[in-house]
């Protein structure tokens, strides 16, 4: 389904949220908003298979429609997932999709108390840019404990540019690429301020002090597009 969330002028403009309009056009405006979104997927799914070994336990935190499980599945990798999202329509719609004993969808909030154990990979494509700035410390320290040994967290971000003259360029480049998909410049300003202070980017040395902090020292990035990047931390 083709995403029209913002396309009408509203009066008022709510904060985003993955609710029940969103969920139902969410793999459009992934493809549409997020730049390279199937190349990341991709690389994603290319790290797993280098690393993973039979029943490797991986953790998609903030899984949304559970997108990730499908490429498993299609990939035909033997591996116990577990998709964790705070977005109840979302689970839903995973749950409504996939059904397999190697399986799991939650609901539960990300934040600060967030644990689990024996998580051999941690994928958070898209997530920590969502968790409020002053809890994301503890949450990456916390995914850091959750993690066996010689295992890896990946996690993908937009960010900002320390420098204001570049940031302004990388935005108006992204915006540039949201109206070559279809976006107008009303959807475009309407979104910015539906995902302000719901969306709250860091930059690229921010989110390596996130991973360097919580112990993490084998850091890399795997992928970089303007004010989006991926990164590979090997605990």
Known sequence: MKDTVYLKKKTKISSFKFNQEVTNVFDDMLVRSVPLYE?????????????????????DLGCSNGKLFSVLLSEQLNVKYIGVDS?????????????????QF???????????????????????????????????????HSLNKNSYLIIVEKEICENNDLAALFTEIYHDFKKQHGYSDLEIQQKIKALKNILIPFTAQQNIDLLKNAGF????????????SGYIAKK
């Open 217 to 228: 020292e084998k850091i890399n990035p795997f992928i970089r597009w303007f004010n989006f």
């Open 87 to 103: 977005s109840p329509f979302m689970i839903k719609e995973a749950l409504g999709r996939y059904n397999d004993k190697n399986c």
């Open 106 to 144: 939650i609901t539960k909030n990300i934040d600060q108390d967030f644990k689990m154990e024996n998580i051999d990979i941690v994928v958070a494509n898209l997530t920590i840019q969502f968790i409020q700035p002053e809890i994301r410390q503890q949450l990456i320290k916390n995914l850091y």
């Open 39 to 59: 190349v990341i997927h991709k690389s994603i799914i290319n790290i797993i298979k280098k690393v993973y070994f039979s029943n490797c336990k991986i953790l």
